[in-house]
């Protein structure tokens, strides 16, 4: 079974500094696709950041980056220079084929 | 605007009853998803539709239908809403290949009584 983990139900940074949010994956494939999606109060889902399996090099868009760990089938989300906009709930979904699964969520507090 | 547009954003409804969710996307993307978010379980798929006419479970499929008979549009269908329907349901889109994201509507919050 394909399962995405997320142990930090809760999370909190100070503005302007950074935080690190966990995501520990199971599959037997050696194919996919990981992904960080980003879902503020208004309910929208936002793409945040991708990563393919196969490439080793950890994916950066702006401010967020990524610690991909294939081996020990780990996907962290680092924040830098955290603003008040990133308040939001973080997920984790990875993608093999025609399905995607998704953690339970970190929810993320930004403290002024 | 290009984009995947979900209605209604809000439904109250009671047990028993039909309802049925609409969703529309003017990417052409081939594939459309249905997914229930839930508190402690995050989004579960509930069923997926790789083409116009081609449908398939997911996750959670038990009391849903779904149907397209355009690539645009893919509608979920509860038969006999029931209280453990209650949720908030996304619609999504993808293009054909499964390294590129899931472009998600706004969400439809489901009320059952």
């Known amino acids: 079974a394909q399962t995405v983990t997320q142990s930090q139900p809760e999370m909190s940074v100070q503005e302007a500094e950074t935080v690190t949010l966990s995501c520990t994956y199971d599959?037997?494939?050696?194919?996919?696709?990981l992904f960080w999606y980003k879902q503020p109060p208004s309910r929208q889902m936002i793409l945040v950041i991708r990563?393919?399996?196969?490439?080793?090099q950890n994916a950066t868009e702006n401010r967020f980056s990524v610690n991909f760990q294939k081996a020990a089938k780990s996907f962290s989300l680092k924040i830098s220079d955290s603003q008040l906009g990133d308040a939001a709930m973080y997920f984790c979904a990875y993608s093999i084929g025609n399905q995607f699964y998704f953690g339970t969520g970190t929810s993320l507090t930004v403290i002024p | 605007d290009a984009g995947i547009t979900q209605s209604p954003r809000y439904k109250i409804t009671e047990t028993g009853r039909q309802v049925t969710l609409m969703c529309h996307q003017t990417?052409?993307?081939?594939?459309m998803f249905w997914y229930r978010q839930d508190l402690g379980h995050g989004l579960r798929l509930i069923y997926y539709?790789?083409?116009?006419?081609?449908?398939d479970k997911g996750e959670v499929p038990d009391g849903y239908v779904v149907s397209r008979s355009k690539t645009e549009n893919f509608p979920l269908t509860l038969e006999s809403a029931t209280r453990s329907q209650t949720s908030v349901y996304f619609c999504a889109s993808r293009a054909g290949t499964s390294n590129q994201p899931q472009h998600f509507g706004d969400g439809t919050r489901l009320s059952i009584l």
């Open positions: 990417w052409s993307h081939s594939y």
């Open positions: 990563q393919e399996a196969y490439k080793q």
């Open positions: 599959t037997s494939e050696s194919d996919y696709y």
């Open positions: 539709s790789a083409a116009a006419d081609i449908t």
